[in-house]
């Protein structure tokens, strides 16, 4: 159920640099689109979240930017850290259906 | 940290037994969803519980199977167990209000081996 593709797959950024990561999605039904961080071991963690009828959304270091007409969200972390190394799953969900994931992203950040 | 409990950490089991997992919602909240993670992939989804009653499944087969009680906490079991089974296995937990759910929040995850 490839509804989503994230890319890239994995990603180095130096520290103190702009990590992006982009997800491109079909279905116009959904209108829920959560970014996830996992760390090895670990259950993922709610990052942050937007929904369609804003276009970016910004918590500290992390910005959602959404693009309704392109079909496109991306999550941008300014100022990347050693300790954001992790992998990020974008996701999406249509009103009370379920969470689906994208194919994550493996982030590393080098000192 | 979620209030997502799950039990147990880790567990290894043999080609064609039965496993239990269990999961403990966040207070307040009355939706439990199951996903499984395979190593290197992004979670699946395999079916949510809301008021004790399965609200959608994923493209699991009928061996996995579950149940919600009354306080909201949840089982997965799984039958028949096949090596492919073997992934970490994650609960998440959300507010289900007027036919949406909110937010999932999730727990640490069960790791199964089929060995």
């Known amino acids: 159920q490839q509804q989503v593709k994230q890319s890239p797959q994995s990603l180095i950024v130096q520290k103190g640099g702009i990590s992006i990561i982009n997800c491109a999605y079909e279905?116009?039904?959904?209108?829920?689109f959560p970014w996830y961080q996992q760390f090895p071991g670990k259950g993922p963690a709610l990052l942050i979240a937007?929904?369609?009828?804003?276009s970016e959304k910004k918590e500290g270091r992390f910005t959602i930017s959404f693009n309704k007409s392109a079909k496109q969200f991306s999550l941008h972390i300014m100022d990347s850290q050693p300790g954001d190394s992790a992998t990020y799953f974008c996701?999406?969900?249509?009103?009370?259906?379920?969470?689906?994931f994208g194919t994550g992203t493996r982030l590393t950040v080098i000192p | 940290e979620t209030g997502v409990t799950q039990s147990p950490t880790h567990l290894i089991k043999t080609r064609g037994q039965q496993v239990t997992l269990r999961c403990s919602s966040q207070?307040?909240?009355?939706?439990v969803s199951w996903y499984q993670q395979a190593l290197g992939q992004g979670p699946q989804f395999i079916f949510q519980?809301?008021?004790?009653?399965?609200?959608g499944r994923g493209n699991f087969p009928p061996r996995f199977s579950g149940l919600q009680f009354p306080n909201y906490s949840s089982e997965l079991n799984v039958n028949a167990l096949e090596l492919d089974d073997s992934a970490l296995y994650l609960c998440?937990?959300?507010?289900?209000?007027?036919?949406?759910?909110?937010?999932?929040?999730f727990g640490p995850g069960t790791r199964l081996t089929v060995l």
């Open positions: 998440a937990s959300s507010l289900t209000s007027g036919g949406r759910t909110d937010t999932q929040y």
């Open positions: 279905n116009t039904a959904f209108d829920y």
């Open positions: 937007i929904r369609p009828d804003v």
């Open positions: 996701g999406y969900q249509t009103g009370a259906n379920n969470l689906f």
């Open positions: 207070s307040g909240h009355n939706t």
């Open positions: 519980y809301y008021r004790e009653e399965e609200n």
